[in-house]
């Protein structure tokens, strides 16, 4: 029982560090723009956002993993939100999908 909790707070403080928007209902619905509150609400994103712009300015390629879909789900409202190129393999891809993916250089 004890484990269960624990296991259950780990998951919770994961998603504490990754973004407050994995919280149901944690979205900033008073920002006027979106885009940035979706960036200034994570400190993570914060920082992932200012080496991105850099790296994709002098053409360099990033690879992010993560284990939450929903933070996968996040990052590509990201990605899109600022024009940047990205694939995108995860788990309910069927494997016909990953291999499209895996052989084409970049998709939005």
Same mark, same amino acid.
């Given at each position: 029982m004890l484990t269960l909790l624990l296991?259950?707070?780990g998951l919770q403080l994961r998603k504490c560090c990754n973004h407050p928007y994995l919280f149901e209902g944690? *979205?900033?619905r008073n920002s006027d723009d979106e885009r940035l509150a979706l960036i200034r609400n994570s400190g993570k994103l &914060?920082?992932?956002? #200012?080496?991105?712009?850099?790296?994709? *300015?002098?053409?360099?390629r990033v690879l992010i993993f993560s284990?939450?879909?929903r933070m996968l789900d996040?990052? &590509?409202d990201y990605? #899109?939100?600022q024009?940047?190129?990205f694939q995108r393999l995860d788990g309910s891809m069927t494997r016909e999908q990953r291999q499209r993916v895996r052989?084409?250089?970049?998709?939005s």
């Open positions: 296991d259950a707070l944690a *979205e900033d &914060s920082l992932l956002h #200012k080496l991105l712009v850099r790296l994709n *300015e002098t053409g360099h284990q939450m879909v996040i990052l &590509s990605l #899109k939100s024009n940047f190129l052989g084409s250089r970049c998709l």
